[in-house]
């Protein structure tokens, strides 16, 4: 079993890719927290509280804490690849409380491949490989309350902002405006603001109409423009001084919202109109 820890704290993310096989013995394990796995590839048996169930891609497995599991690969020979997010009491609590979630919401099971599940799994993957704008803290609540609605059979009690939470929104976007060249993280974010994290994104997102991490990253690439600019200065120097961590995710995320790469809006800001107008072409033909 190979253990990756990808966000510590009251939401923890952790990817598993486990090589096991038919002739690999199960081994009992114990849920320590709420937790919702993603199978993202292979197959797996999964059983716990008397009951089995075979979980396969696109599958979640539920755990409530103190519940006794095991593990088998009885029906796969290459193992498989999980997403798992691990909720702190408090904060399973407070995720279930807008879902208005009857109290067996978080027993221990294994759920089949739900398109609404999915959609959010596959997302939390791509933003764990920095490959969307949405944060991976984020989509792990996002995540575990679009569950919620699921085995709740109702919505979400809808978020009406107050003046207070309009206040603390938009003082947070200040906030994220003056840092986003920081290592800067939803909670952190939602801690200045006095608030849960998982408060902290539904407020958010209400007043403004765009995720913490969304409006972080924006106000990345707001900076990095007047940079790029500067030919004094490398595209690297250009990602790291903008907030970006590395390079790759900077030209990943530049091109993705101007439809060309950093080093081509540098041409462009030279002077090469045509960088330019084949992008306005190519807008207006699709």
Same mark, same amino acid.
């Given at each position: =079993?190979?253990?990756?820890?990808?966000?510590?704290?009251?939401?923890?993310?952790?990817?598993?890719?486990?090589?096991?096989?038919?002739?690999?013995?199960?081994?009992?394990?114990?849920?320590?927290? !709420?937790?919702?796995?993603?199978? @993202?590839?292979?197959?797996?048996?999964?059983?716990? @509280?008397?009951?089995?169930?075979?979980?396969?891609?696109?599958?979640?497995?539920?755990?409530?804490? *103190?519940?006794?599991?095991?593990?088998?690969?009885?029906?796969h020979l290459c193992g498989d690849?999980?997403?798992?997010?691990?909720?702190?009491?408090? $904060?399973?609590?407070? $995720?279930?409380?807008?879902?208005?979630?009857?109290?067996?919401?978080?027993?221990?099971?294994?759920?089949?491949?739900?398109?609404?599940?999915?959609?959010?799994?596959?997302?939390?993957?791509?933003?764990?490989?920095?490959?969307?704008?949405? *944060?991976?803290?984020? $989509?792990?609540?996002?995540?575990a309350q679009r569950y919620l609605?699921?085995?709740?059979?109702?919505? %979400?009690?809808? =978020?009406?902002?107050?003046?207070?939470?309009?206040? #603390?929104?938009?003082?947070?976007?200040?906030?994220?405006?003056?840092?986003? !060249?920081?290592?800067?993280? $939803?909670?952190?974010?939602?801690?200045?603001? *006095?608030?849960?994290?998982?408060?902290?994104?539904?407020?958010?997102?209400?007043?403004?109409?765009?995720?913490?991490?969304?409006?972080?990253?924006? %106000? @990345?690439?707001? #900076?990095?423009?007047?940079?790029?600019?500067?030919?004094? @200065?490398?595209?690297?120097?250009?990602?790291?001084?903008?907030?970006?961590?590395?390079?790759?995710?900077?030209?990943?995320?530049?091109?993705?919202?101007? *439809?060309?790469?950093? #080093?081509?809006?540098? &041409?462009?800001?030279?002077?090469?109109?045509?960088?330019?107008?084949? &992008?306005?072409?190519?807008?207006? %033909?699709?």
């Amino acid at each position: =079993m190979h253990v990756t820890p990808l966000l510590q704290g009251p939401l923890t993310v952790v990817d598993y890719r486990c090589d096991s096989g038919p002739g690999d013995v199960a081994f009992v394990e114990l849920h320590e927290r !709420h937790s919702l796995a993603y199978v @993202r590839r292979g197959s797996f048996g999964y059983q716990t @509280r008397g009951r089995s169930y075979e979980l396969v891609a696109g599958s979640v497995l539920i755990g409530r804490p *103190g519940d006794e599991y095991r593990c088998s690969h009885d029906h796969h020979l290459c193992g498989d690849e999980c997403l798992s997010f691990h909720f702190a009491p408090a $904060l399973a609590e407070e $995720l279930a409380g807008p879902c208005r979630c009857p109290p067996g919401a978080w027993v221990a099971a294994g759920l089949p491949p739900l398109p609404e599940l999915m959609v959010l799994g596959e997302l939390a993957q791509a933003a764990a490989e920095g490959r969307s704008e949405l *944060g991976l803290d984020e $989509l792990g609540l996002l995540f575990a309350q679009r569950y919620l609605r699921l085995v709740g059979g109702r919505d %979400a009690a809808p =978020m009406r902002a107050q003046a207070r939470d309009r206040r #603390r929104a938009i003082e947070a976007a200040l906030w994220l405006d003056a840092h986003a !060249h920081e290592a800067v993280d $939803l909670q952190r974010t939602a801690a200045g603001a *006095g608030v849960s994290a998982f408060h902290f994104l539904r407020l958010f997102s209400a007043v403004l109409g765009v995720t913490p991490h969304q409006y972080l990253l924006r %106000a @990345r690439l707001r #900076r990095a423009v007047p940079l790029l600019a500067d030919e004094q @200065r490398s595209i690297t120097q250009v990602a790291y001084d903008s907030g970006f961590a590395d390079l790759s995710n900077f030209v990943r995320t530049f091109h993705r919202a101007a *439809g060309v790469s950093p #080093r081509g809006f540098r &041409r462009a800001a030279r002077g090469d109109r045509k960088i330019l107008q084949e &992008r306005i072409r190519a807008h207006a %033909a699709s």
